[in-house]
């Protein structure tokens, strides 16, 4: 189970595990500030499908995430530079997601994950972050790299 915000990610994970057809039920996000009746009508809301996780035989018969959105394609020059810095950042108990990868406008677009870190603070700041990301990807078009911070908002 995950949330919608980290749809892509679980997804990622999956495949690096070697389960790229993982079935995974995903709900609404944010899980941890929402009120508890509206859990649980999420959850009453999730019973079929989570019926159908367990029981289809065929992939294809898994329901689809009603807010599926197609993860950024795979893209040889920048996906090595995103898991280096995602590597930099779980290593602090952060994570990295991907949001946009735009080639035509030489833009990515990236959102910093904070939850659950022992460490907030130690999470390197946005700033460096995204001139660190701009710099490896400079030969490649990217002009332009912004990163979500939740500490900022």
């Known amino acids: 189970m995950t949330t919608t915000k980290f749809r892509d990610l679980c997804y990622q994970v999956a495949d690096q595990l ?19 009746p509206t859990i649980l009508d999420w959850a009453d809301a999730a019973v079929d499908d989570v019926v159908k996780l367990f029981t289809a035989t065929d992939h294809t018969a898994i329901p689809a995430d009603p807010t599926d959105k197609a993860s950024p394609p795979a893209d040889p020059e920048i996906d090595p530079v995103i898991a280096q810095l995602q590597g930099v950042i779980r290593a602090d108990g952060g994570d990295l997601v991907v949001d946009t990868i735009d080639r035509a406008a030489g833009r990515v677009e990236l959102s910093l994950v904070v939850e659950g870190a022992e460490c907030i603070e130690c999470v390197m700041p946005r700033a460096f972050l995204e001139q ?9 078009g990217i002009t332009s790299v912004t990163i979500k911070d939740p500490r900022e908002d």
């Open 18 to 36: 070697g389960v790229p057809e993982a079935r995974v039920l995903v709900v609404d996000h944010p899980l941890g500030a929402t009120p508890q």
């Open 132 to 140: 660190m990301a701009l710099t490896q990807m400079a030969g490649s």
